[in-house]
């Protein structure tokens, strides 16, 4: 997709919009964090969230991309034009929201190399590799503390995106994504329902969708919160730029309305399809215990008890790389984007900076499980003293960075275009339905919350 053409129509939009949603935060983020966080409660809350702030959220940033034209930076600098000198500075805002997507690409992209290992290590592993919890995790802790192995897929999986950007050739990987992306939605759910087979499935059908109030904590919260930022794209500039993109007589409120419903319900059958195997295979305190590891872990597991399951797993991590692929592709374009028209270089120098930031923090993030494995970025706050490198990325960028770029927007909204004006362009697209909840939420809640949060995720409040 270029800077300037647009998309095509509704389905254009909801499609490339889709297809940079649904990524690796639904299949491997939302399961392995609903897992531990108490499984029900935090599905119970991540729904509030996101039909609330995550919504809000969602459809402001679209919005202020239809309405500038522009990316983060230029929507921010455009708006805050005139502006007397405190609220000018709210233009940083945009420089937050441009930044995020340089720390994920790189541990993005070392996920995405677990991911095309697994598919080779399906098809040729020996068979007791996975048929017991307990192999399972340790196959996978072998794979992550060498360190060859992970490296090179590391590296198989950027060159690929590489190749796609230099040559343009996003266009062609979009098509595919309309028939691949549906066979992924389709293979979830088939796996959701032979899960539904396995016996013992019960209590870990309770723990998925029977909510354990006394398993809520605010860590609960924080999650929720830095998994619907993750997984809608929120907070990071990208829903700024595809609004942009949309045309004026598009519909904005419905397209916001179907990312939403797709994304959520994409999570949800991935956490369908993985926590209640869990908790099968090793009960409630597995699940509690999960981590990063979760999703290789437990499925290979389940595909070793179906029938023809190596290529049933094949065929799955083939279609989750595949979801991953387009995700990364969409946030390295982004920034590609950014450094280029910011910094005022060509095309090829920004991909160039791009790749060399992907390459260096993505090689130290995988050798932060072997060469640095006694390297803990965050050993200063108590709580996270023992996160490795991937876990400290992904909790800065969702749990910190990304509140603070949403309080920006919110303030661009409120203070700077005024929310009567802005709820008057929304609601000139289409029936609104949520007016007064998105008025309410960024008007009483959204800021307060999130500074609550940041506060209490950086340890300030206990
Ligand atoms: N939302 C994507 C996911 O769930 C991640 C992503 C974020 C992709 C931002 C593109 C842009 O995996």
Known sequence: MKAHDGFTGKIGYVLAAAG?????????????????????????VYFILVLTF???????????????????IGAYRQLCEGQRSFL????????????????????????????????????????????????????????ITATGSPLFYFFLFVAVLIGVIAFGVQRGVERFNKILMPALAVLIVAICVYSLFLPGIGQGLAYYLKPD??????????????QLFYSLSIAMGIM???GSYMRDDENLVSCVNQVEVFDTLISFFAGLMIIPAVVVFGGEKAAEAAGPSLLFVTMPQVFSGFPCGRLVGIAFFVLVLFAAATSAISLMETNVQTISQELKTSRKKAIAFVVADTLIIGTITVLGYSVF????????????????ILDSLDFISNS?????????????????????????????????????????CMTVFVIPCLL???????????
């Not at 109030?213 to 609960?220: D, P």
């Open 452 to 462: 609550v949060i940041l506060l209490y995720a950086v340890g300030v409040i206990k």
């Open 213 to 226: 109030f006394s398993k809520f904590s605010a860590m609960t919260v924080v999650a929720a919160v830095g």
């Open 88 to 143: 000018k500075s709210v233009r940083f805002g945009g420089w937050i929201n441009a930044i995020v997507p340089l720390i994920i690409v790189p541990y993005y992209c070392v996920i995405g190399g677990w991911i095309a290992k697994y598919i080779a290590a399906l098809a040729f592993a020996p068979a007791e590799s996975f048929t017991s919890a307990k192999a399972s995790a340790s196959y996978f802790t072998s794979f």
């Open 20 to 44: 940079s949603a649904v990524g690796l935060g639904n299949i491997w983020r939302f399961p392995y964090l609903t897992a531990k966080y108490g499984g029900a409660v935090f599905l119970l």
């Open 240 to 242: 700024i730029t595809y």
């Open 400 to 440: 910190v960075l990304m509140p603070i770029g949403a309080i920006f927007t919110v303030i661009l909204v409120v203070a700077i275009i005024g929310l009567p004006k802005f709820s008057e362009y929304i609601r000139s697209s289409g029936k609104w339905g949520r007016e007064y909840l998105f008025q309410l």
């Open 373 to 388: 494995a006694d390297f803990h970025p965050l050993a200063f706050i108590e709580k996270f003293a023992k996160y490795d």
């Open 54 to 72: 995550g919504y809000s959220l969602l459809i402001a940033e679209n919005c202020i991309g239809r309405i500038t034209r522009k990316g983060p």
